[in-house]
């Protein structure tokens, strides 16, 4: 299964706003969106997309299982749940959207459960998120890597998250990377700038396309139209091995999503 290089996220997103950024992204050419059930969008992007003629063969959708629903039954129940949200049979790709806090569901519960969702039909490809190398190399024992269709993390120039990068290409697992532009802060940046004006292009441009380049996907959001046309078009501008080094060098650990759930990172 290929994972879609660009999708548009959609945290935060809600009602009127969410109806129109997704809109205007079926309109420009996006065909993966990108979903949470702790979003509390799921049926307001199946809204979106049901009145956005386009058939639902040619888009691929993602939503992540929450915390609360771990337990194998309630995981299964949450999906159909999320399924009848979105308007669907089925998702193209479900994850667990955190590691349980504390191991309070047994890991083997919950990627059980996601795998016999799988075998049911209501997904067609499972994955983790936020699983650090010790988590991911535990859904390997479980599941085995093939299974695991991506691991969905931060990165970005300032959080660059290196070891558990080159792990996962070790294992053969996809990286989608989600906060792309960190808030908003690396496009401030005088380097990805400096980057962005030789190559006349914009600084979410430079921080997607240095992403894309290394083979992550991406999904960063927008509610502007002009935003959304020019974070697709990042997939269309080359970087130069210069530019990659300097962007490399940014690397400074800059965590944004770290809540209290969060597990001990690497």
């Known amino acids: 299964?290929?994972?879609?290089?660009?999708?548009?996220?959609?945290?935060?997103?809600?009602?009127?706003?969410?109806?129109?950024?997704?809109?205007?992204?079926?309109?420009?050419?996006?065909?993966?969106?990108?979903?949470?059930?702790?979003?509390?969008?799921?049926?307001?992007?199946?809204?979106?997309?049901?009145?956005?003629?386009?058939?639902?063969?040619?888009?691929?959708?993602?939503?992540?299982?929450?915390?609360?629903?771990?337990?194998?039954?309630?995981?299964?129940?949450?999906?159909?749940?999320?399924?009848?949200?979105?308007r669907t049979d089925h998702v193209d790709l479900t994850l667990i959207h955190w590691p349980s806090p504390k191991d309070e569901v047994p890991m083997a519960e919950f990627l059980g459960a996601l795998r016999e969702a799988k075998a049911l039909?209501?997904?067609?490809?499972?994955?983790?998120?936020?699983?650090?190398?010790?988590?991911?190399?535990?859904?390997?024992?479980?599941?085995?890597?093939?299974?695991?269709?991506?691991?969905?993390?931060?990165?970005?120039p300032y959080l660059q998250n290196r070891a558990l990068i080159a792990y996962l290409r070790e294992q053969g697992i996809h990286v989608t990377a989600f906060m792309s532009l960190a808030y908003g802060a690396v496009l401030k940046d005088p380097v990805i700038q400096a980057i962005a004006d030789k190559h006349q292009a914009s600084t979410a441009q430079v921080a997607l396309?240095?992403?894309?380049?290394?083979?992550?996907?991406?999904?960063?959001?927008?509610?502007?139209?002009?935003?959304?046309?020019?974070?697709?078009q990042a997939a269309q501008l080359h970087l130069d091995a210069e530019d990659m080094a300097r962007i490399a060098e940014l690397d400074r650990g800059e965590r944004v999503a770290n809540p209290g759930i969060a597990p001990a990172w690497d």
């Open 209 to 232: 396309a240095w992403a894309l380049q290394q083979g992550y996907a991406v999904i960063p959001s927008s509610t502007k139209r002009e935003n959304l046309a020019g974070n697709l």
């Open 121 to 156: 039909g209501l997904t067609k490809a499972i994955g983790v998120s936020n699983f650090t190398i010790d988590l991911t190399r535990q859904a390997i024992a479980i599941l085995g890597a093939d299974a695991i269709a991506t691991n969905q993390i931060e990165v970005h």
């Open 1 to 86: 299964m290929t994972i879609p290089a660009i999708g548009l996220g959609t945290y935060r997103l809600k009602d009127q706003v969410l109806t129109g950024s997704v809109h205007n992204a079926l309109e420009l050419g996006y065909r993966a969106f990108d979903t949470a059930q702790i979003y509390e969008n799921e049926a307001d992007l199946g809204a979106a997309i049901a009145s956005g003629q386009v058939p639902r063969e040619q888009l691929f959708l993602t939503t992540k299982i929450w915390i609360s629903n771990f337990h194998h039954d309630d995981l299964l129940a949450s999906l159909r749940e999320s399924l009848r949200k979105l």
